[in-house]
């Protein structure tokens, strides 16, 4: 067990089948969003899953409960959340994760440090993150030093992070990324010559609000169009509780695939790299 030097809490993911370690305060504390992503990738899913800027491990570790066939890397730059993240690992009912989950520090945005931490260049078959969205100037940052980090981009802006996860992952592998929808303009921005064959899912918070959300997935190097489905409602009426196909994501592990009528899994298999 790690002497952490920061109070945490360990919380329950897909119905108790996961435990993540995060930071009780402070740190961005990771929940809806992560798992909506994790879900991204069906149980069917094989090879390398790289998820950058991983926080406390939220999503890479639902996805690993999930998805047998994945071998995840955890990256992550802030010590006290990869303290975290490799805690999450002793957690007993993480005990059949340990195998095949990786936690690295490193700062990903810089080619020079991504190879010193071991993370080759297309070396990953697919990928995840949840990065930073607000540029720097254009809000408020918070007086917390960690959150801020967490919340708003570096000079590069989104192209920073989506030049990293092209230069990790393979021709024709795939990145996932969830962020909140009047942030599309720049994804589809950070995409070009990086990602195509675009899916994007609206999030709507509601059957009659606007989306709150996208979740977006590209195919390196793809050349096929855009595909924008009709979005996901996350929540009944006017309520708290959950429309029928979050409950199946959040408590029952269902990937997107399986609550979706649209969203379709690419063909995994023999292009993957070896999980083994």
Avoid: Y
């Avoid at 921005?189 to 990602?195: K, L, Q, S, V």
């Amino acid at each position: 067990m790690l002497d952490l030097a920061i109070e945490t809490s360990i919380d329950a993911f897909l119905g108790g089948r996961v435990e993540a370690v995060q930071p009780a305060k402070g740190h961005h504390r990771s929940g809806l969003d992560a798992v909506i992503l994790a879900a991204a990738l069906g149980t069917a899913a094989a090879g390398r899953v790289v998820d950058l800027g991983a926080g406390a491990g939220v999503a890479g570790l639902v996805l690993a409960a999930r998805a047998k066939r994945l071998r995840l890397v955890l990256v992550e730059r802030e010590p006290d959340l990869v303290a975290c993240a490799i805690e999450a690992l002793a957690q007993p009912a993480n005990a059949g994760l340990a195998g095949r989950v990786e936690v690295v520090r490193a700062d990903l945005l810089a080619a020079a440090t991504r190879k010193a931490a071991g993370l080759e260049a297309e070396s990953f078959d697919h990928a995840l993150m949840n990065p930073p969205f607000h540029d720097p100037g254009r809000v408020r940052a918070s007086p917390d030093d960690f959150r801020a980090r967490a919340h708003v981009l570096g000079e590069g802006g989104l192209d920073d992070w989506f030049r990293a996860a092209a230069a990790l992952v393979r021709p024709q592998g795939t990145l996932a990324t969830i962020l909140p929808a009047d942030r599309l303009p720049a994804i589809l921005d950070a995409c070009e010559g990086r990602f195509g064959g675009l899916t994007i899912l609206p999030l709507h918070p509601r059957v009659d609000e606007p989306a709150t959300r996208v979740l977006v997935r590209g195919v390196k190097g793809s050349r096929a169009a855009m595909r924008l489905l009709p979005g996901l409602v996350l929540h009944d009426g006017a309520g708290s509780s959950f429309a029928p196909g979050l409950v199946a994501i959040l408590r029952d592990g269902a990937s997107l695939a399986d609550i979706h009528p649209v969203w379709s899994d690419p063909q995994w298999g023999e292009t993957a790299t070896d999980p083994s």
